[in-house]
């Protein structure tokens, strides 16, 4: 009898183990991928040593300068980089760009001259009325 007992305990337990379990949707199957031809990835040249710029010949040119701007930067020849770089120190030595607009300049008496009577101009426009004054 222990026997049958322990059959139908092992029959009950098998039972219970093997609840039906919830039905899962089928899986839907991936769409078929068509194959995509990949084209092999276009090689950019390796870049050249950097070269050094060589600077224009025109900015280069030694320029003489106005009587009137000669005043401001000096009366000897040199290259309009020069030139604008002196400008430059002559304004921040003086403090006359504009403290609120710094693209703007506060001409004194010796730049008014140079900037054809205009008591501020932007820094922009200086270049253009200081190369009147370049020969």
């Known amino acids: 009898m222990a026997t049958a007992k322990k059959a139908a305990k092992k029959s ?29 990835a276009a090689k950019k040249p ?40 002196k400008i430059w120190d002559y304004i921040k030595k003086n403090k006359l760009q504009d403290s609120i607009n710094r693209r703007l300049i506060n001409a004194d008496e010796k730049l008014r001259a140079v900037f054809g009577g205009k008591g501020k101009v932007s820094m922009f426009e200086m270049t253009k009325l200081v190369s009147n004054h370049l020969k």
């Open 12 to 40: 009950t337990a098998k039972k219970s183990a093997k609840k039906p379990a919830a039905k899962k949707p089928a899986a839907k199957k991936p769409a078929a991928k068509k194959a995509a031809v990949k084209k092999p």
């Open 46 to 85: 390796a870049k050249k040593a950097a070269a050094k710029r060589k600077p224009n010949a025109a900015f280069m040119k030694a320029m003489t300068p106005s009587a009137v701007l000669a005043s401001v930067i000096g009366s000897s020849p040199m290259p309009r980089t020069e030139v604008t770089k």
